[in-house]
């Protein structure tokens, strides 16, 4: 089993992080966000694959005995995507109505939270 | 009923309040508004007192639910979704319940426009902490915890004219997401290693792993939790949601939310890793991080002039010590934590909602603009002002109010255990935060302390909170009554006196992992015998109490009048330094938070591997 895929999945989640702590525009950030985020379908489905092996859908060509990657982290996987859609459209819903008041979304012009 | 039978209606548990906001989002804007109020009032009843009911059946056993009746067979293993309803986790939903019923009857005057989004909102919250304290599965607890993140962010920016408001919204969203995300890298460590996400399973698997795996799994795993928790150095967006957030939306994020974070901790640690070589790191890691969460968040609790923040960091502060009390691992020190925990919520609540009342009132909660403006007439405001007071008192520990006789538990249950400092400790801390409380609401209520000339008028953001309503020149009842309900209940935890009892014997009960792992994999749910104890007030914790309260109002009094200490103490003493290095770095900026997080999350492994 090659660490490949595993060094790919977390290199994206640490670039989202990254770019988020680099960011100048809050889109920018919240699609970072969803970029840190896609790093973890990789590392989801890197845990489950084998090479070789098929579609989990067993009838007629795969019995139990048949080589299959695993379907749970696919679950996870599908269950995670619902929730990166929710996170991500709320925070641009949020970061669009701050660009109508302010006209900005430089988190830097923003500075109304220091405390 | 059967204990059995219980476990399947759980996730009754968490469709009841999603039913119900459905409902109203669909029919919301053809419902009157109190309809819609009515409707989102009699759901989280109904929620609670099913919570209820289960609470009490989980007295005799473990209620276990697995999702679409998967339950775990000797072959396949354990493929279903297990929800597992102890007598920790269900109390927690009491609590949830019990503070959004209270909110809800608060903002009955607080909304005008599309009331029932925020209705239906509280309802997803609800559900989706319901969610997470039941799941009994890694992977499910994310779901929901990432259920109630984007429940709580729609609530935190509900006032969409508020530039600052939006801005919290999303300081909250994106920190908490990323943290979430890096539980889910957890999840995915440790599923990758045991090919196990139950929990239950996790425990028996997990002491074989080696350590690299485990160091790397926990941190990741709990990553999340902390930064719900705002446990430093990942606190920093708690002060600035609750300081833009809605007065009756604070009351549930820190009575219960952050709280739920630390509870998901718990259980991770607890269940999946108490037995594994990480048990020492994973002690010595509550314990630093509860000193400093604790110690940095009293003193940014004293620095903080505007009223809505100050709570905030005072919640930080009591987060630290619930992560104190954490790391020592006995029965009685979790039983005096639960009585902490019950007390705390319901005075904090008591004391956000006074926050609003005064917002409500005199249109700000800075204390040096009402200081200034001095149009608090304590004539008229007498019950918000002794509501305040009361509750501010509570917050340092006195007689009878609960919050007292758990610190008092814990800190015995601790030095027990060789801690002697835990008192002390408890003492410096609830000092300083309700002391600075206590300052605020002198400079509210009371006009006491020199006015500074050269203070600017507004400092901070979340002052000038946008309403929708007038309230005129009385506080309405609908805003009182909740406040006064929940100084009830503080007092209540305090004097009934079987909690403590209860309470230690719910702790065992969330400590013993042979009995979870049993129940959920076996289906033997029920309890060992515990031993009756019944600790209570003892005359040494009402000293210690009182204690704590006389140097809450030194902090009180000294913070009142620093401007005439003589000069010399007045240079030496006051931390000024380090507090604009402390301002500075509560920079309110997105990629700081980002870079703390990484920061903490390098410091935590550190702290577990060492």
New interface residues.
Partial sequence: MSYYPYAV??AI?LLG?IG????RD?VH??VC?SI??S??YV??LA?GFDRGGVAPIFGSTVSRSTRVVDP??QA?TL??IV?SA??TS??LA??L??AK??DTVD??Q?????? | MTAATAGQLLPLLILLPVTGATLLLGLGRYLPHGLAWGIAIVTVCLNGGAAAVGFSMAGHARLVGWLGGWRPDGAAGV?GIALVGDRVSLGLILVAAGLIVAALIFSWRYFTTQPHHFHALMLFFLAGMVGFALAGDI?TM??FF??M??AA??LT?MK??D??A??????F??VN??GA??T??G??VI??HTGA?NLAQLSQILPQQGKATLVVGFVLLIAGYLVKAAIVPFHFWL??AH??APTPVCVLFSGVMVELGLYGAARVYRIGFSSTELAAGAHQLFLIMGLVTAGLGALMCLL?R?LK?LLAYSTIAHLGIFLTVLASGTADAYGGLIVYLIAHAALKGALFLSAGMILNRFRSVDEFTLLKRRTVESGRDRALAITFAIAALGLAGVPPIGVGLGKALAETAMTEQGASWAPYFMIIISALTAGAVLRSGARIFLGIGAVRDDIEAEA???DEELLEIEVGDRVPMTMLAPALGLLACSFAAGLLGRLPTVATRMAAQFLDIQGYVDAVLHGATGYRPEPETAPSWALGSVLTALLSVLAAGVVCVLSLYRDRLPAPVRRGAPLLAPARVL?RL???????Y??W??IGIGGAAALVAV
């Fill in positions: 999945g977390l989640v992080i988020i702590a680099r960011s809050l950030a919240v966000l840190s985020q790093g973890t590392l989801l845990v749970v982290v996870l269950t995670d929730v929710a996170v709320m925070l949020v970061v109505q701050i008041r302010r988190p830097d923003l500075r109304s939270l220091e405390g | 493929v992977f994310f779901v990432e259920l993140g984007v962010y729609a920016g969409v004219e530039p600052s939006l801005q919290g919204a999303i300081n969203g994106i997401s990323l995300y890096l889910l890298v999840v995915a599923y990758a996400l002060d600035d300081a833009v903080q505007n923040r901070m953001s979340g301002h509560h920079s309110g900026r997105i990629g700081d980002a870079v997080l990484l």
